[in-house]
């Protein structure tokens, strides 16, 4: 199966799990917490408005090749049938698009090169 012809919805559904999961592994190491500040802490990486910075940060870095670059515009267009939560729409596709890529580098199986995102987007949340 070719992945970049899956839904670009569907790459965003996968890459918000992943995101998910490695920002929650992270801060479980990191602050060794009650589970109520792990999450509020967690928000700061997993919002949409924090998603649509770093995918600001990561444009102004020309860090994505042509190949995740179209995967990112293909998440940020793509109609939601769903409406944002707490922000505007453009945010939410903006957080669309990173969601998108990351889910195209999961399902990819490019393991090295979501890592090195994953660990970019936790780097540029944490220099905020």
Not at 6 to 21: E, I
Not at 75 to 88: E, I, M, P, Q
Not at 116 to 121: A, G, H, Q, R
């Amino acid at each position: 199966m070719d992945i970049k012809l899956l839904n670009p919805l569907t790459l965003a559904y996968m890459g918000d799990a992943v995101l998910d999961q490695h920002v929650r592994e992270y801060i479980v190491l990191k602050l060794q917490s009650k589970p109520n500040r792990l999450h509020q802490f967690r928000k700061s990486y997993v919002s949409a408005k924090s998603q649509a910075q770093t995918l600001e940060t990561l444009f102004e870095m020309g860090w994505f090749t042509d190949e995740e670059l179209d995967i990112v515009k293909r998440g940020r267009n793509a109609k939601s049938h769903t409406k944002a939560k707490n922000t505007d729409i453009q945010t939410y596709r903006k957080s669309s698009g990173l969601e998108a890529v990351i889910g195209y580098l999961y399902l990819d199986h490019q393991e090295e090169r979501l890592e090195n995102l994953l660990d970019m987007i936790v780097q540029t949340v944490n220099e905020r």
